[in-house]
């Protein structure tokens, strides 16, 4: 089942905050984070594991509330460059695959 | 840099064509991956690979089919194209063992019409 994922789309103007909040109905032993740009392929951000080890990007930050199955992606005095949708991917063990949820359209306005 | 290659960006085919889409990768991972990506549906697996000759449907497997004979390589089959599965494709791949601490790097995709 797919993780669910809110807003489903955002508008911001250079500078402003933004948060990316996803949630998966079953336990989750990893959360992922991607950006795809229009056109590319998507492109790894973060993975957040049970148990609190980060490894990722460094201007974007999230959180992993492994009780409530909930991640959320924290975009900070967001950039042009940050445009684009945001996925993210749950891993609930068992075989190694990751299930993604269908994404956040982020755009960032001058 | 890992480098994902899927071989088509783009691809017309008729209804009840067979269609392979293929994908080679250079970073010697172990898995793979084919997703299938539609407006409003996100990213959806439809078949994945651990190894050699081995696979594991996904979410969506129906209609489709998947061959590994190498390990660079894994293609996905549609038997009998149909017009619901016009799509963006999209391969990837990560190393064994380290999906929860590894990455999918993803090819920039094929996308299929069947008319």
């Known amino acids: 089942q797919q993780p669910v994922q809110s807003p489903q789309a955002v508008i911001l103007r250079e500078g402003e905050d933004a948060v990316i909040n996803c949630s998966s109905s079953k336990a989750l032993y990893s959360v992922h984070w991607y950006r795809q740009k229009h056109g590319e392929a998507p492109v790894f951000l973060m993975i957040l594991l049970k148990g609190g080890e980060q490894k990722g990007h460094e201007k974007i930050s999230a959180s992993f509330n492994e009780k409530k199955q909930q991640s959320s992606l924290y975009l900070t005095a967001s950039q042009l460059s940050y445009s684009g949708t945001y996925f993210c991917g749950s891993h609930s063990g068992g075989y190694q695959k990751v299930t993604f949820g269908i994404g956040t359209k982020l755009q960032v306005i001058p | 840099d890992v480098k994902v290659t899927q071989s088509s960006r783009y691809l017309v085919k008729r209804t009840g064509e067979k269609v392979f889409l293929e994908c080679v990768q250079d970073m010697d991972h172990e898995n793979m991956f084919w997703y299938r990506q539609d407006p409003g549906l996100g990213l959806r697996l439809i078949y994945f690979?651990?190894?050699?000759?081995?696979?594991e449907k996904g979410d969506i497997p129906e209609g489709y089919s998947v061959s590994r004979e190498k390990k660079e390589r894994f293609s996905l089959i549609l038997e009998s194209a149909s017009t619901n599965q016009t799509s963006m494709y999209l391969c990837?791949?990560?190393?064994?063992?380290?999906?929860?601490?590894?990455?999918?790097?993803f090819g920039e995709g094929s996308r299929l019409t069947v008319l």
């Open positions: 990837a791949s990560s190393f064994r063992g380290r999906v929860n601490t590894g990455e999918l790097f």
């Open positions: 690979s651990y190894d050699v000759k081995m696979k």
